[in-house]
């Protein structure tokens, strides 16, 4: 039995002004031909299959491109929803889906039996039972208490979860009675466990709650598919509890770990292996940082290259975000394709010509920036200045531009930007003093 686990897709991101439809569509292409080739039997999306609840037309249309040649392959896809998910838009097209063998669990069900399923391989035997376990709302699994502390609140949360999985669990138990050989038990999940590395991209859930769940309280599965975290990951040692990932990165700072997917082998009812397969890049993407001489080397290098960096696969451990590990294992059909840049001034920072000194430096080179940050040198010691201020010190205003600072306003339309944050933040500031006036 071949499993193919997958997760936090973001179908219809924008990243930065910028679309990803041409690198899911890709991606997409790429993960059906390693059904064929690979010869895999169910496929299964650990949520976030969207980027937010309304997802674009296209968006959509990818999903349901996907669903329907999944279908011709004769394998079984299952569809778990996350946080990003809208359980109303996974839920509508349910009932059809079902029809092309996908399954499509997008919230936890009144009846836990639904969220029991039984995977076949592509004889129709049985070969899984696949505990469907999607991103947990906290009203899903417990109420709240009148007068309950936030500690309170995050250990009833923690053990709501902990429960739900158990039970889960005893179903699946029960429900591997039923075939004469022994089925191994998978179960899937969308959350954070504790001890792993997040990125930029990733939102935090269950804030002020419950930050992250302890790898002990999963019960003793053979395998567990987990998204939510954008890095591929081992969580807590446990080779069969794993993050994959997302397949195209999602934040700049994801550049330094190696994008996959996880074929996972079962044979006699047991974990046999799980084995990374690489996802190719399909679109440049480059973090630069120095100063502006370093900068301006890198650039030239990058140029001189002509953007044909060596496909070897980054090694799985890399963790590094570097312009060295943003170039492996590039798609070839992305040579032509201009590289999309973050760049980080560190010592010139201070320059208010920032922008223009770059846009001279690539204005002839096939590179778009999409980030530019100052490194801001003096950050901490104004930190640590604020550190011994208190609310009571500061005005409303204070705050406000304190909270400003922490952001980059770098292009014109972010400028642009800013000064309609700061229009707006007066307007309301004035209504509420005068309000209290009266």
């Known amino acids: ?4 686990h997958t997760s936090d897709w973001h179908l219809g991101q924008h990243f930065i002004s910028k679309s990803r439809a041409a690198e899911h569509q890709a991606f997409i292409d790429w993960l059906l031909q390693q059904v064929t080739e690979q010869q895999i039997d169910a496929v299964i999306i650990a949520g976030d299959v969207f980027d937010t609840g309304t997802p674009p037309s296209y ?10 040649e999944m279908s011709k392959r004769e394998c079984q896809l299952v569809v778990l929803g996350g946080n990003h998910d809208s359980v109303s838009t996974l839920d509508e097209s349910k009932s059809l889906l079902a029809y092309l063998n996908t399954h ?3 919230n936890v069900q009144g009846d836990l039996s639904e969220q029991i399923l039984v995977l076949n391989d592509k004889t129709g035997a049985p070969g899984a039972i696949l505990c469907a376990i999607p991103f947990i709302r906290p009203r899903d699994v417990m109420t709240s208490q009148a007068g309950e502390s936030g500690a309170d609140k995050q250990q009833a949360l923690g053990q709501a979860i902990a429960a739900h999985y158990q039970a889960l669990y005893e179903l699946a138990q029960q429900k591997q009675v039923e075939f004469e050989k022994p089925l191994p038990i998978i179960a899937t999940g969308h959350l954070t466990a504790m001890g792993v590395k997040t ?3 990733v939102r935090d859930i269950y804030i002020g709650t419950l930050e992250a769940f302890p790898a002990s309280a999963f019960p003793p599965a053979d395998y567990i598919a987990l998204g939510h975290i954008h890095r591929p990951q081992v969580v807590a040692k446990s080779e069969h509890i794993r993050y994959c990932g997302s397949p195209i990165p999602l934040s700049f700072d994801e550049l330094g770990s190696q994008k996959q997917v996880l074929m996972v082998e079962f044979s006699e009812g047991k974990l046999q292996r799980v084995e990374p397969l690489l996802v190719p890049r399909f679109q440049p993407m480059q973090v630069i940082k120095g100063d502006l001489s ?3 080397a890198q650039l030239l290098a990058l140029d001189n ?3 044909k960096p060596n496909t070897k696969a980054l090694d799985d451990s890399s963790d590094k975000s570097s312009t060295k590990a943003s170039d492996k294992n590039l798609d070839n059909s992305a040579d032509n394709l201009p590289v999309w840049l973050c760049i980080e001034v560190e010592t010139q920072d201070y320059l208010s010509d920032l922008q223009e000194r770059i846009q001279a430096m690539t204005a002839d080179m096939n590179v778009e920036v999409l980030q530019l940050k100052r490194a801001r040198s003096g950050k901490a010691v104004r930190t640590e200045q604020q550190e011994k201020e208190t609310l009571a010190e500061l005005t409303v205003e204070d705050v ?3 909270r ?7 292009t014109e339309a972010e400028q642009q930007r800013l000064g309609r944050l700061r229009e707006s933040f007066k307007q309301i500031t004035e209504e509420v003093r005068t309000g209290s006036e009266l």
């Open 1 to 4: 039995m071949h499993i193919l």
């Open 59 to 68: 968006a959509r249309k990818l999903y349901n491109y996907f669903v329907v």
């Open 104 to 106: 499509v669990i997008a």
């Open 199 to 201: 990125s930029d991209s």
């Open 294 to 296: 370093q900068i301006e």
């Open 305 to 307: 290259s002509g953007d």
């Open 400 to 402: 406000f531009e304190r």
């Open 404 to 410: 400003l600072a922490l952001e980059n306003f770098e």
